[in-house]
């Protein structure tokens, strides 16, 4: 199993531009988290989906950010337009309902705003 | 859910067991305490979890109180990799797995040679 695949790995854009980070889940996982890790506030949950479906968004920043999980091999949390305060590690994580091995987390996508 | 209380910062020998403590005062009679740990730059790794008997696998024991107000996680023979920061979670375990894990401040790990 490849595990949580996270893309880019990295990622440096300029301040207004949109931002795409790709997520695909261990399969056979039916839920997926965003989350978001910075110095100062640490990780931060920032949404979840149970098979496919958003059952909590109270994480999400603000309307700049959106995520969508069209299918359950794939998510993208999506940031438009992007503000230097973003830069953070976005992480996401996939689980099953037996939870016997807990939550398995991506390597993380690590973005910069200039 | 509940709660949990942990040290900033813990320091252990090479080779030494490690424990490193987790109140969570105001668990609930449903909820599970589950240990994560964040080794530098990696995403967080799953130890291990456990309702109120004390737990084993190959990484670590789990020791949870009577009362389970509070747990101890512990790693038996710590190496410079288990560098890390570690995470007590308190949550409900819900039958189709739908809830959320919020991460605290956890405890950074510093195994010294």
């Known amino acids: 199993d490849a595990g949580v695949i996270q893309s880019p790995r990295h990622e440096v854009t300029e301040m207004g531009q949109e931002v795409t980070l790709r997520c695909k889940p261990i399969?056979?996982?039916?839920?997926l988290f965003w989350y978001r890790q910075t110095m100062m506030r640490g990780l931060e949950l920032l949404i979840y989906?149970?098979?496919?479906?958003?059952?909590?968004d109270s994480g999400m920043p603000e309307d700049r950010f959106s995520a969508k999980m069209p299918n359950a091999s794939f998510s993208t949390l999506k940031i438009q337009p992007s503000e230097p305060r973003d830069s953070a590690v976005y992480f996401c994580?996939?689980?099953?309902?037996?939870?016997?091995?807990?939550?398995?987390f991506g390597s993380g996508t690590r973005l910069t705003v200039v | 859910d509940a709660k949990t209380t942990q040290p900033t910062s813990m320091d252990c020998a090479e080779g030494r067991a490690a424990n490193l403590p987790c109140n969570h005062s105001t668990i609930s009679g449903n909820e599970y305490v589950y240990w994560y740990r964040q080794i530098h730059s990696q995403g967080p790794q799953y130890i291990i979890h456990g309702l109120k008997n004390n737990e084993t696998n190959e990484m670590a024991s789990l020791i949870i109180t009577e009362d389970r107000k509070s747990s101890t996680l512990i790693l038996p023979h710590a190496t410079l990799r288990d560098t890390a920061v570690y995470y007590c979670?308190?949550?409900?375990?819900?039958?189709?797995?739908?809830?959320?894990?919020?991460f605290g401040q956890g405890t950074t790990l510093q195994v010294k040679p």
């Open positions: 994580a996939s689980a099953t309902g037996g939870l016997s091995y807990g939550y398995t």
């Open positions: 399969s056979g996982h039916n839920s």
């Open positions: 989906f149970n098979n496919n479906v958003p059952i909590d």
């Open positions: 979670i308190v949550r409900a375990r819900g039958s189709s797995n739908t809830g959320k894990l919020i």
